[in-house]
């Protein structure tokens, strides 16, 4: 079965950027039928869906935070990563990426999730 896992540094300061990897095992990023997305989840809140890279290699961000997110792709290594700059206090989260179908788009498979904190 496919398998995704993040990676990356787990304490970030304010005003630097968060910058995630999530390496595919099981899979290909390059399949046709999914893409792929970053999710996180506050202390105490719900998910936010943060945005996803096609296939193709284009990119769809959350409006909340587009301004400061950009996703992309490695398909050599089989890995696609996030980078969220002027980070927050507020940015602190679980940070998921997930397989998305996209006929259905439903997340089928997730990774464990990875810390971050942002504080100095």
């Known amino acids: 079965q496919v398998q995704l896992q993040e990676s990356g540094p787990g304490v970030v300061k304010p005003t630097q950027t968060v910058s995630l990897t999530c390496t595919i095992s099981?899979?290909?990023?390059?399949?046709?039928?999914?893409?792929w997305s970053w999710i996180r989840q506050p202390p105490g809140k719900g998910l936010e869906w943060i945005g996803y890279i096609a296939v193709s290699g284009r990119t769809y961000y959350s409006p909340s935070l587009q301004s400061r997110t950009s996703i992309s792709r490695d398909t050599f290594k089989n890995q696609f990563s996030l980078q969220l700059s002027s980070v927050t206090p507020e940015d602190t989260a679980v940070y998921y990426c997930a397989r998305v179908t996209n006929q259905a788009g439903q997340f089928d498979f997730w990774g464990q999730g990875t810390q971050v904190t942002v504080s100095s």
């Open positions: 099981g899979g290909s990023i390059t399949t046709n039928t999914y893409y």
